[in-house]
């Protein structure tokens, strides 16, 4: 009876163990793991930020070393993020300080649907959104009925759709609106499936689609890079079509002239920062603000 009992909990402690496996494994999938870009020293003030994946780590370390050149005793924590989704959710429950993975039309579109108090502080860049295939070569070899995977969020599905008219597939009943809708394509010549589908998933369907429509930090987490773009958009930050797609850095509005927050921000407009920014994205991503 002995043994038996022995080996009931043995059984019962490894699937417990396993069991905590999964959970851990399920809440790094959703969210990463949070961690701090350098020790901190005591004194120092933590500022927690929500990204989205982990291209832009070698931007942030920069703007910590501007902060430690500065002396402004503050040391930054990442708290990385498959989706966009997540940013402005943590963010409102203040889970963490501020966040940087969305551009003006996100963050408006989801005040409006979930009525966050939160408010850009600051400019980071703007980031290509751009039609990648790995079946044809340009947008034209496209066949008749051929498969396109775009944003299934709202703001980045109408980005996207204004990619593909850019690119010259589909026409939309009014180029000027920031975030149309399938329901807005007005002309599609070449009858294209247009199938709305994770962001993150989309570089991993290429195979399996004429193209898809997929954001910077996407393409470079999975290896790729933004030249290797079918159709790229050109980007000119005068242009005042491609300002709501600026990326933002967010606080909550009570807080939007907290004076850490905006040391960040200074930090972040740096020419260190910038000239970061212009190595890790040759040119494919633009600093979009002064320094």
Known sequence: MARKSSGRKRRAKVELTVLSALIVLALVAVCGVSYRLHGGHEGDTEVRI???GSSDDQIWQAVQTELDRRGDRIHITL???QDAIYLDQVLSNREVDLNAGEHYAFLESDIKTNGYRLTPIGDTYISPMNLYSKRY???????????????????????????????????LRDPKTTTPVPEDIVDNP??????QTDPAGIVN???????????????IDAGMKVTDAIYQVPYDLKDPANHPYVNIIVANSDRRSDPVCRKVVAAYHSKAVAD???RIY??????AFAY
């Open 50 to 52: 929500a990204v989205i």
């Open 79 to 81: 708290k990385p993020f």
């Open 137 to 171: 070569r340009s947008a034209h070899d496209f066949p008749e009925g051929a498969k396109v995977a775009i944003p299934n969020n709202t703001t980045n599905m109408g980005r996207a759709l204004k990619v593909l008219e850019r690119a010259g597939l589909i026409g």
């Open 190 to 195: 070449n009858h294209l499936v247009i199938e």
């Open 205 to 219: 369907l290429l195979p399996d689609y004429a193209g898809g429509v997929v954001n910077a930090n996407f393409v």
């Open 276 to 278: 970061t920014i212009n």
């Open 282 to 287: 040759k040119g494919a991503s633009v600093p």
